[in-house]
């Protein structure tokens, strides 16, 4: 920090001002502006950054999938992808592939083989109709690309939440490595506490904290190292995972942020009820505006947004539906009424995205052009239909072209060509400049998908 | 797949067998003598502590809320339960997230002169070298249930040094900070020995003992027992294990277990179709767990046996719920003690927490209700539904009673098979409606509350909650499934070998007693004196 933001452009600050920044949510503080370094660093090449974001409960099939033209740049947005309308020469839409998975019942399977092209360990979970699973087997692709990109950012990847809950996999999509979930974080204020804490802290005290932190911090690891050495392997195990955890704290401690984005600025929340049902959708929009902050502040280059959980019962009472999602994603499909729903339900989810698409353009990066010409945003649902919890024609949506690496405005088909989904994994960490040739269950993956890149 | 039905068809078969030899059969009051029952303690995987125990403890320690633990992500829960060791993970947000709340409780402390001179003998922030050693050495050891080692002091000391900036208290601050972070406390680290089975060391012990009957770590006298060799004797554990039954403590405890036991872990969140339940209101949910909270320690301070939890017709309503009841407004403001009709009232079965969360937001569910009678009282799960099934809830039909739309569920044989085993129980609970309420009309038709339990210790016709709860506190069966579910919360982790089985059945006979005397406190004591609870057995690696 002292080195990328020079103190003579700091204003000096008292004491109030500063505790009255820590303390409360809806804050945009003057001095931040004098915070900002003047210094920008010559890029060498582009930042490219990766979002996540998950959806529930498969789709309608019949109203998610465009109307294909003469070519894949001619087609027609469907009912529910008619709000990316703005976006269309922006966005490839996928369909056809199949989402590989394997283990736990068929939300457990989705969910857990979504990101990562991996099949389930047998674990604690009791599903229905399955063997108890637990974690899937390998990490999930967003954290491929933290590492192949080695991002040096604070954070290594931001895991963002709206009314995700417990912690089981369900519930769980971004995998560190095996067996290693990263749980989303639901709270707009703890995640604006957590992740702006350099932009709203007097430089001289958040000096001295980083410090202070750093000693407490090395003597907890050797007490990490210390009592793991003395415990059977499956708890030491347990204690070395642990230990991983603090030390990225540490490396946090040790990363000074270099703001070279002028519209990097310490977000402003307002208080939500982050678990009630009805706020969904506000806190779902904050979530959106901190993680947007976070990649033009270049907190983090890898984010997730994960709109509830597989199995989701969010009761979207905003759009005049009571039932629970997962019970109206059963009902059949001559059930008029009900597909009427679940089509109005994935068409919001297809307006969220739209907006984030929206605030990813409408946000200048520091280096010219928009936080979006970088980014590549795809989203996810852990089934392709909820009634049968079928995974074959899971619906993707890739938004932005990761700098020009992806030709957007496509509707591609690989329908009835029984290719995985990791192929598509594959070829978003090529677009995200990592060059692996597989990803995933290495039986499932044929190598980057066709045609998509 | 395979191993389900090994734990629960194999082996209570030889369970059975072994029961049948009168092995296991004795209520183990001297020593437990049948080999197969004392020889090996089962697996003991390194425990972490909850939100729940985080919470309770560091408000302890440091006097911060125990809501502090709401910041924690949440725990993995698995087998019903927040505990159980298999299932955990960590992640840097969970890292990060202690690094605050720790940050926090230190603060805390450190602006408590009389807290920290009551742990230390002296001010600590004053800065004197032999105080600050002092509040080490105290406040470690309440944090780590133990005293410390001398290179671990050291550390600590050093962390001291390190943070002292810019004066003493800072460095309190510091120290208490990295006590709190560290395996010592998140974790219940204890001592392996290499190839036997050994009595643990009395701190492990004591730690066990704390967690076990209070959801905390050890007070003062806890650990000066352990310390001074109090816990080396049946006779000097029982009488810690007393001392502490009797607290405030152990009561919460028992409420946190049975609420989970009883699936109400998500009651917060829930909600019902208010164009449907129009005075359901956002207050519900809290007013519903405050009821069956104020019923759970009741039972816990009187008689808290099966009978009182299944059976009595009593519980406790302020003016808002009797309202939502249709009942009488109680004597007297907040919560009150009221005795209901038992004809239609039985103990926590006809609750609304209980009801209105085995329901769905539309309609009441005798799936559900028959589910976790089978699952959580007999532990007899039903078998899922088979794969080329669409599984959907009917939809609701003014003209049509919830027990007419459930129909197909037996014209289908397919479906006939499982549900026969779930909705003639549930049905019996149909005169209570998805929100909880009492009701003599479901659709346009009288409630017709007729069931009927079968393949189960205790079967018979069913008309009402009332009679199926008679049923059910005599069963044997339900005994030894509660068992089970304390066994897992206990030592946080499945059931899985005859040792295993043969503690439950213990545990089981703790509760119901010889002459049904029996209850949770007697069990919750039993599990303190068994062999798996005070030995650890050699470490079997992975």
């Known amino acids: ?453 | 797949m395979l191993r389900r039905c090994s734990v629960l068809i194999v082996l209570p078969a030889l369970l059975a067998m072994l029961v049948l030899a009168s092995a296991c059969g004795g209520d183990g009051t001297q020593s437990e003598t049948f080999p197969l029952c004392a020889a090996d303690p089962g697996p003991a995987p390194l425990r972490r502590i909850t939100r729940f125990e985080y919470g309770r403890t560091i408000s302890d320690l440091t006097g911060v809320p125990a809501s502090v633990a709401d910041q924690l992500p949440p725990d993995e829960e698995t087998l019903g339960f927040d505990d159980i060791a298999g299932a955990y993970s960590v992640s840097s947000l969970h890292a990060a997230r202690y690094l605050d709340v720790a940050e926090l409780a230190a603060t805390t402390l450190t602006a408590n002169l009389t807290r920290l001179t009551a742990v230390a003998g002296c001010d600590p922030t004053a800065g004197d070298a032999a105080c600050v050693a002092s509040f080490i050495a105290g406040f470690g050891r309440r944090a780590w249930r133990r005293p410390l080692e001398p290179d671990e002091l050291e550390a600590m000391q050093q962390v001291y040094t390190g943070t002292a900036e810019p004066g003493p208290a800072d460095g309190v601050a510091g120290v208490v900070a990295a006590l709190l972070q560290s395996p010592q406390f998140l974790y219940r680290p204890e001592p392996t020995t290499a190839a036997t089975t050994e009595p643990l060391e009395p701190y492990a012990l004591a730690t066990r003992l704390s967690f076990l009957l209070t959801g905390a770590g050890p007070d003062d006298e806890l650990l000066a027992a352990a310390g001074s060799g109090g816990l080396d004797t049946e006779d000097g554990l029982l009488a810690e294990t007393d001392r502490l039954l009797v607290g405030p403590r152990a009561g919460e405890l028992f409420m946190h277990v049975a609420m989970q036991w009883w699936e109400l872990g998500a009651l917060p969140a829930l909600d019902k179709d208010r164009s449907l339940y129009r005075t359901w209101t956002d207050a519900m949910p809290a007013a519903l767990a405050e009821e069956t909270r104020l019923f759970l320690a009741e039972a816990w301070q009187g008689t808290p046996n099966l009978t009182t939890l299944l059976t009595a017709p009593v519980t406790f309503v302020d003016a808002d719920l009797a309202a939502f009841y249709n009942l009488p407004a109680p004597g007297g403001a907040g919560f009150q003690r009221v005795t209901l009709d038992p004809t239609r009232a039985a103990g926590l079965l006809t609750q609304g927490s209980f009801l209105a969360e085995h329901a769905k937001a539309d309609q009441t569910s005798p799936v559900l209700r028959g589910k976790f009678v089978r699952a959580k009282l007999f532990c007899r799960p039903p078998p899922p539904p088979p794969p080329d099934i669409v599984v959907m809830p009917p939809t609701v039909d003014p003209r049509l009673s919830t027990r007419q739309r459930f129909a197909q569920h037996t014209a289908d044989q397919r479906c006939a098979s499982c549900h026969i085993q779930m909705d003639p129980i549930g049905f019996a609970f149909e005169h209570y409606d998805a929100a909880g309420r009492w009701r003599d009309i479901d659709g346009n038709q009288p409630v017709d509350a007729t069931g009927m339990l079968a393949g189960t210790d205790v079967d018979g016709p069913l008309d009402g909650v009332p009679s199926l709860a008679a049923r059910l506190a005599e069963s044997d069966q339900v005994a030894t499934c509660t068992a089970t579910q304390w066994f897992r919360y206990a030592f946080g982790r499945a059931e899985q070998s005859i040792g295993d089985l043969c503690a439950v059945d213990k545990l089981a006979a703790a509760l119901t007693g010889r002459s049904g005397d029996g209850d949770f406190r007697k069990m919750v004591r039993a599990t303190v004196r068994m062999s798996a609870f005070r030995n650890r057995g050699p470490e079997t690696s992975p």
């Open chain 1, 1 to 453: 920090m002292s080195r990328s933001m020079p103190r003579g452009t700091t204003r000096p600050l008292s004491r109030r001002t500063f505790l009255r920044g820590a303390g409360g949510a809806a804050i945009a503080l003057p001095w931040l502006e004098a915070m900002r370094p003047r210094r920008a660093q010559a890029a060498t090449s582009p930042v490219k950054r990766f979002i996540v974001m998950f959806s529930a409960d498969g789709t309608i099939p019949s109203a998610w999938t465009p109307t294909p033209g003469a070519s894949e740049t001619d087609f027609t947005l469907s009912p529910i992808l008619a709000p990316l309308e703005a976006h269309k020469a922006d966005v490839v839409v996928v369909s056809g592939l199949e989402q590989k998975g394997g283990g736990g019942d068929g939300h457990q399977t989705g969910m857990g083989g979504m990101l990562t092209g991996q099949m389930l360990n047998s674990g604690p979970f009791a599903g229905v109709g399955a063997a108890p699973a637990g974690w899937p087997m390998g990490p999930s692709v967003d954290q491929r690309i933290a590492e192949g990109l080695a991002v040096p950012t604070q954070l290594r990847s931001l895991e963002l939440g709206v009314q995700v809950g417990a912690a089981d996999n369900w519930g769980r999509m971004i995998y560190r490595a095996a067996n290693q979930p990263l749980p989303p974080d639901d709270d707009p204020a703890g995640v604006y506490a957590r992740v702006f804490s350099d932009l709203h802290t007097d430089p001289a005290i958040l000096a001295r904290l980083r410090r202070r932190r750093q000693s407490i911090l090395d003597g907890v690891g050797a007490q990490f190292t210390r009592t793991s050495a003395r415990l059977g392997n499956a708890d030491r195990q347990r204690l070395d995972a642990h230990l991983t955890a603090v030390r990225e704290i540490e490396t946090r401690l040790t990363t000074d942020l270099v703001v070279n984005n002028p519209s990097c600025h310490d977000p402003t929340i307002t208080p939500v009820s982050a678990a009630a049902n009805d706020a969904f959708p506000a806190v779902g929009a904050l979530q959106m505006d901190l993680m947007v902050m976070a990649l033009a502040c270049d907190i983090a280059r890898v984010a997730s947004l994960q709109w509830s959980r597989s199995v989701s019962q969010t009761r979207f009472s905003w759009l005049n539906i009571t039932e629970g999602h997962h019970d109206l994603s059963h009902r059949s499909d001559d059930d008029v009424a009900a597909v009427d729903k679940l089509t109005r339900i994935n068409t919001w989810y297809a307006q969220q995205l739209a907006a984030l698409v929206s605030r990813l353009k409408a946000t200048p990066d520091g280096a010219g052009g928009t936080l979006f010409d970088n980014t590549l945003v795809l989203w996810c649902n852990e089934l392709a239909k909820g009634n049968t919890h079928g995974r074959l024609g899971a619906p993707y949506v890739l938004a932005g072209s990761a700098g020009g690496a992806l030709r957007t405005g496509r509707f591609l088909r690989y329908d009835g060509q029984g290719l995985p989904h990791n192929n598509m994994l594959v070829s978003i960490l090529n677009a995200m400049g990592v060059p692996d040739r597989t990803f995933g269950k290495t039986e499932w993956c044929t190598g980057p998908l066709t045609g998509l890149l």
